[in-house]
């Protein structure tokens, strides 16, 4: 069974970093694209970028700033945040979708969701 559990959420003062982590399991990490979203308290869900065959990309709200990767052998994917900002702040979630399925930030083409991480960038 897909399975996919984030991690590395916490507490950042503004312009800090932090860097997530989606452990997955039960499929093989390469046959599938990883997303990350978030979803901040009365706001809708957004992308935040994917990482594909051909490498990570970011949403254009956080290119520059945020790096998606992956280990292979550790089967985790990474979100690397850097200069947060207070409306960084959400629950961050990990997404899993074949490749076939649809575009890199089209939400509804990701069948499998982690439960989320929660990021607060506040002072």
């Known amino acids: 069974q897909l399975r996919l559990v984030e991690s590395g959420g916490g507490l950042v003062q503004p312009g800090g970093s932090l860097r997530l982590s989606c452990a997955a399991s039960?499929?093989?990490?390469?046959?599938?694209?990883i997303g990350w979203f978030r979803q901040a308290p009365g706001k809708e869900r957004e992308g935040v970028g994917c990482?594909?065959?051909?490498?990570?990309t970011a949403a254009d709200s956080v290119k520059g700033r945020f790096i998606i990767s992956r280990d292979m052998a550790k089967a985790t994917v990474y979100l690397q945040m850097n200069s947060l900002k207070p409306e960084d702040t959400a629950l961050y979630y990990c997404?899993?979708?074949?490749?076939?399925?649809?575009?890199?930030?089209?939400?509804?083409?990701?069948?499998?969701w982690g439960q989320g991480t929660q990021v607060t960038v506040s002072s």
């Open positions: 990482i594909e065959y051909s490498g990570g």
């Open positions: 997404a899993a979708r074949a490749y076939y399925a649809g575009a890199c930030l089209a939400e509804r083409a990701y069948s499998s």
């Open positions: 039960g499929f093989t990490l390469n046959n599938y694209a």
